[in-house]
């Protein structure tokens, strides 16, 4: 899906004989190149996911955030829909920093797909960041109008897949085992008025 957001443009721009901006090619080749990158680092992680012998480290929210935006801001910009992100603090955390940045690119992608397929008008994700005394918050929040299983808790069951074409339904069961099992951490979900609201807490550096 990302892949193609970027072709699409210069794809249409091709078919009509339109002129290609040389900024613009540069850009999404360079951005083509780092989804590349982080797809064979992905697969990398899923091999290592159950590995004993793997050091955590220390890392900025904000860095893994950027990561993650930077390769799904593509497709996000195609589809119109506005990302809200407020950054109260900037904390460091302490964990498998490639595995939480797969667990924020889960939450927003589905999102994304959810608020396209219901064809949300003025369609929106949220993200905050903020920090207690000891923990590390981090709140992902859509409107595309909640999640319509009950209980809620559900849609983190192995091979369960909600309103998501061709999904395989590991992503947010695999999210639930990284925050919670491998960096001791809390992961849940919500409804809200307006959507669906996940929040992400793991323990301070």
């Given at each position: 899906m990302e892949l193609s957001s970027l072709f699409i443009?210069?794809?249409?721009?091709?078919?009509?004989?339109?002129?290609?901006?040389?900024?613009e090619l540069k850009e999404s080749i360079q951005k083509l190149n780092d989804i590349t990158?982080?797809?064979?680092?992905?697969?990398?992680?899923?091999?290592?996911?159950?590995a004993t012998d793997k050091e955590k480290e220390e890392?900025?929210?904000?860095?893994?955030?950027n990561t993650a935006l930077n390769i799904i801001s593509s497709s996000l910009k195609t589809?119109?829909?506005?990302?809200?992100?407020?950054?109260?603090?900037?904390?460091?955390?302490?964990?498998?920093?490639?595995?939480?940045?797969?667990?924020?690119?889960?939450?927003?992608?589905?999102?994304?797909?959810?608020l396209i397929q219901r064809k949300i008008k003025s369609p929106k994700i949220s993200i905050t960041i903020s920090e207690t005394k000891n923990?590390?918050?981090?709140?992902?929040?859509?409107?595309?109008?909640?999640?319509?299983v009950e209980p809620v808790e559900n849609i983190f069951k192995p091979f369960f897949t909600y309103e998501k074409i061709g999904g395989t339904g590991?992503?947010?069961?695999?999210?639930k085992l990284i925050?919670?099992?491998?960096?001791?951490?809390r992961l849940w979900v919500e409804n809200t008025k307006n959507g669906a609201l996940f929040k992400i807490i793991t323990p301070k550096a």
């Open positions: 443009p210069i794809e249409a721009r091709l078919n009509f004989d339109l002129e290609l901006d040389k900024k990158k982080y797809m064979s680092n992905t697969i990398d992680d899923f091999k290592n996911f159950f890392f900025k929210l904000s860095t893994q955030i589809n119109d829909i506005m990302l809200d992100i407020i950054i109260k603090k900037n904390p460091t955390i302490f964990g498998y920093k490639n595995e939480y940045t797969q667990v924020l690119l889960n939450i927003i992608n589905n999102a994304k797909d959810v923990d590390v918050v981090i709140i992902i929040e859509d409107n595309a109008g909640g999640i319509k590991i992503g947010l069961f695999m999210s925050i919670e099992n491998n960096m001791n951490g």
